[in-house]
């Protein structure tokens, strides 16, 4: 007989692994174990609730959502709407989901002791950086944290100096990075 050169041919077949981004490749293997949230209402302390209050927070797509917050920021009412978009990495019952947000609303609140009349809350654009984190078993419910970057206009500070001008003392100054806590309930 003759011989004939053909190629081996293991008879396994693996399938190429195709590359959806960067997003994708951290978190595709784990999310297919993690239940994520589409819809969550949040209570919590910061930008993204108003101040003291609450927000709703949508997710047309797994890792980009939208919210609303609406809350009392200490002088008066605060709203707040923006953009979160997040990485989830982890296990189902453990997981931390990295996020980023960029949001428009209340940035900043003056209030004055005594004097309701020079009150006045500011409005603007304002980052932020944040971790979701399940600090409890057992539920789809989840904390998060966050630090912010409020981009106030110089017309908060001229506000505060003319203030000053006519008197007023301050017992603090505006922080230029701001904290967030909240516990958001999964809905959906």
Known sequence: GTASSRPA????????????????????????????????????????????????????????????????????????????????????????????????????????SNRPDLNKVFYGFSLAIGIDYRPWGGTDDYAFTGIYLPARKPEVQEYVDNLKSSGVQFDRKLSPVLIAIGYRITIR
């Open 9 to 112: 041919q293991s008879p396994i077949a693996v399938p190429e692994k195709k590359s959806g981004g960067l997003l994708e490749d951290i978190s595709s293997d784990s999310n297919s174990i993690i239940s994520y949230d589409r819809i969550s209402a949040g209570l919590g302390l910061g930008l993204d609730y108003g101040g003291l209050g609450a927000n709703i927070l949508l997710y047309p797509h797994r890792n980009v959502g939208v919210f609303f917050g609406f809350g009392y920021n200490f002088v008066k009412t605060g709203v707040n709407s923006g953009v979160k978009a997040r990485i989830i990495v982890g296990s189902s019952s453990n997981y931390i989901g990295l996020s980023a947000l960029a949001m428009y609303g209340y940035n900043a609140a003056i209030g004055v």
